[in-house]
C-alpha cells in the first residue's frame, strides 16, 4: 500500500506561501507556511500533520488490538501534542505526547494498559518517529 500527498511552496522564507494536497482530497491545496507554522496563523504544518496521524494511527492500532483481545465494544478518544524544538540551525521533533480517554466495557485497568503499551510501540507512525513517544490515558468505567 502507497498513499501520497504532494506540497508546493511559492516564494522562498517567510515571505513563501505553501499548499499541500493529499492523495484522498482530504487536504486540497490547503495553506501553510511561516505563520501557520511558527505563529497563529490561518492554515495547517507539518507538525499538525504528523500529530493528526499519530493521533488516528494509535487509536486504530488500539481498537484492533482491543477487539483481537475479545472485546468488542469503546470508545477512544486520542490527541497527539507535537513537540517542534530548536536544534541548531534548525528544528526537530522530539516528542510525541499521545493522550487517551477510553471506555471499554469489561476490561481491567491492567490488561488496558497492557493494550494500550503494545498499541503505542506498534502502530507505524511510533515506528516512524525517531522522538520520545508518551501515553497518558484514562479508562472510564
Same mark, same amino acid.
Given at each position: 500500500?502507497?498513499?501520497?500527498?504532494? %506540497?508546493?511552496?511559492?516564494?522562498?522564507?517567510?515571505?513563501?506561501?505553501?499548499?499541500?494536497?493529499? @492523495?484522498?482530497?482530504?487536504?486540497?491545496? @490547503? @495553506?501553510?507556511? #511561516?505563520?501557520?507554522?511558527?505563529?497563529?496563523?490561518?492554515?495547517?504544518?507539518?507538525?499538525?500533520?504528523?500529530? %493528526?496521524?499519530?493521533?488516528?494511527? #494509535?487509536?486504530? %492500532?488500539?481498537? #484492533?488490538?482491543?477487539?483481537?483481545?475479545?472485546?468488542?465494544?469503546?470508545?477512544?478518544?486520542?490527541?497527539?501534542?507535537?513537540?517542534?524544538?530548536?536544534?541548531?540551525?534548525?528544528?526537530?521533533?522530539?516528542?510525541?505526547?499521545?493522550?487517551?480517554?477510553?471506555?471499554?466495557?469489561?476490561?481491567?485497568? %491492567?490488561? #488496558?494498559?497492557?493494550?494500550?503499551?503494545?498499541?503505542?510501540?506498534?502502530?507505524?507512525?511510533?515506528?516512524?518517529?525517531?522522538?520520545?513517544?508518551?501515553?497518558?490515558?484514562?479508562?472510564?468505567?
Amino acid at each position: 500500500m502507497i498513499r501520497s500527498a504532494s %506540497a508546493r511552496y511559492e516564494g522562498l522564507g517567510k515571505d513563501g506561501k505553501g499548499h499541500v494536497s493529499t @492523495q484522498s482530497g482530504v487536504l486540497d491545496n @490547503q @495553506q501553510y507556511g #511561516f505563520s501557520t507554522r511558527f505563529e497563529d496563523g490561518k492554515g495547517t504544518n507539518p507538525e499538525e500533520l504528523i500529530a %493528526a496521524a499519530h493521533a488516528s494511527c #494509535f487509536t486504530m %492500532a488500539l481498537s #484492533f488490538a482491543l477487539a483481537g483481545a475479545g472485546y468488542g465494544d469503546g470508545t477512544l478518544e486520542t490527541t497527539a501534542k507535537v513537540t517542534l524544538d530548536k536544534d541548531g540551525d534548525g528544528f526537530t521533533v522530539t516528542k510525541s505526547a499521545l493522550t487517551l480517554t477510553a471506555s471499554v466495557p469489561g476490561i481491567d485497568k %491492567a490488561k #488496558f494498559e497492557e493494550i494500550a503499551a503494545g498499541a503505542k510501540a506498534g502502530c507505524p507512525i511510533s515506528k516512524l518517529l525517531n522522538a520520545e513517544i508518551t501515553l497518558d490515558h484514562t479508562l472510564n468505567t
